[in-house]
Antibody, heavy 118, light 110 residues
Framework: QVHLVQSGAEVKKPGASVRVSCKAS????????IHWVRQAPGQGLEWMGI????????NYAQKFQGRVTVTRDTSTGTVYMDLSSLRSEDTAVYYC???????????WGQGTLVTVSS | QSVLTQPPSASGTPGQRVTISCSGG????????VNWYQQVPGTAPKLLIY???QRPSGVPDRFSGSRSGTSASLAISGLQSEDEADYYC???????????FGGGTKLTVL
């Protein structure tokens, strides 16, 4: 069975950075892309970026360029999303999701709540 | 403002057929397929439709999708109370070099 298990909730102060992890299992890690999608409270889904676990290439939404970094560890099947210079507007649930380069498929992590507050 | 436009709300009574629209442009829906996701508040999104009209295994055939020109739609027939959720469309955008989501449609079963 395919599973994506994310790290736990985080509370950060403005200006800090956060790392969210996503551990994949149940499939060949390097065969599918991993997307990062976030959802602010009461808002819709927002695509942040993607990584190809095979070669490590990444692509980020313009809005997050310079603030987000996605990496992977093929030895553990884990993808990491680092977001820096946090502000209150970054308070959201962050999801990782498996997929093609075009969009996430049916396997999503459980979500990680990141709260940014002074 | 989302790149893909969806109505903010839709509603229907049990047994009815409802449709949710998703409007885009030539760089996204006009040249790429559409996925639809269902999200019950507090849970992760669930893939309902991929490649504009295909259903993953386990998704009831009450759900169907279509794409025409720069628009797509999700149809739900035989509406059930458990269908009450938020629905999102998504498509690859060649101009933005990434997938884009619609703003979401909240479906209420009356």
């Amino acid at each position: 069975q395919v599973h994506l298990v994310q790290s736990g909730a985080e509370v950060k102060k403005p200006g800090a950075s956060v790392r969210v992890s996503c551990k994949a299992s149940g499939y060949t890690f390097t065969s599918y892309y991993i997307h990062w999608v976030r959802q602010a409270p009461g808002q819709g889904l927002e695509w942040m970026g993607i990584i190809n676990p095979s070669g490590g290439s990444t692509n980020y939404a313009q809005k997050f360029q310079g603030r987000v970094t996605v990496t992977r560890d093929t030895s553990t099947g884990t993808v990491y999303m680092d977001l820096s210079s946090l502000r209150s507007e970054d308070t959201a649930v962050y999801y990782c999701a498996r997929g093609t380069i075009g969009a996430p498929d049916e396997y999503w992590g459980q979500g990680t709540l990141v709260t940014v507050s002074s | 403002q989302s790149v893909l436009t969806q109505p903010p709300s839709a509603s229907g009574t049990p047994g009815q057929r409802v449709t949710i629209s998703c409007s885009g442009g030539s760089s996204n829906i006009g040249s790429n397929t559409v996925n639809w996701y269902q999200q019950v508040p507090g849970t992760a999104p669930k893939l309902l439709i991929y490649n504009s009209g295909q259903r993953p295994s386990g998704v009831p055939d009450r759900f169907s999708g279509s794409r025409s020109g720069t628009s797509a739609s999700l149809a739900i027939s035989g509406l059930q109370s458990e269908d009450e959720a938020d629905y999102y469309c998504a498509s690859w955008d060649a101009s933005l070099n990434g997938p884009v989501f619609g703003g979401g449609t909240k479906l209420t079963v009356l």
